[in-house]
C-alpha cells in the first residue's frame, strides 16, 4: 500500500517536513536513548493507527504528551 506523503510544517522555522524527517527529528532532540523512544512511540501510534508516514505535528505533539506522562507515572512509582 502507497501512502501520499503528506507534509507537516513546523511552527518553528516553517520548515516542511515528512512524517518520518519529523519523526527522526524529535527522536534526536529529546535527547533519550534513539533506540528505546522511538520503538515505545512507534508501539505508541501504531495503538492509535497512526503510521509514521501519515503522522501529523498534532499527533506526534499528542503522543510525546502521553509518553512524558506515563514515563513521570513510572518513575514516581518506582521511587515511592
Known amino acids: 500500500m502507497q501512502y501520499k506523503r503528506q507534509q507537516v510544517m513546523t511552527q518553528a522555522g516553517g520548515v516542511f517536513m515528512d512524517g518520518q524527517t519529523l519523526f527522526r527529528t524529535i527522536i534526536q532532540a ?17 495503538e492509535k493507527g ?19 506522562q506515563e514515563t513521570l507515572l513510572k518513575a514516581k512509582a518506582v521511587s515511592r
Open 30 to 46: 529529546t535527547g533519550l536513548p534513539a533506540e528505546l523512544i522511538e520503538s515505545e512511540l512507534s508501539q505508541m501510534l501504531a
Open 50 to 68: 497512526i503510521t509514521i508516514e501519515s503522522m501529523t505535528l498534532d499527533d506526534l505533539r499528542e503522543t510525546l504528551a502521553f509518553y512524558l
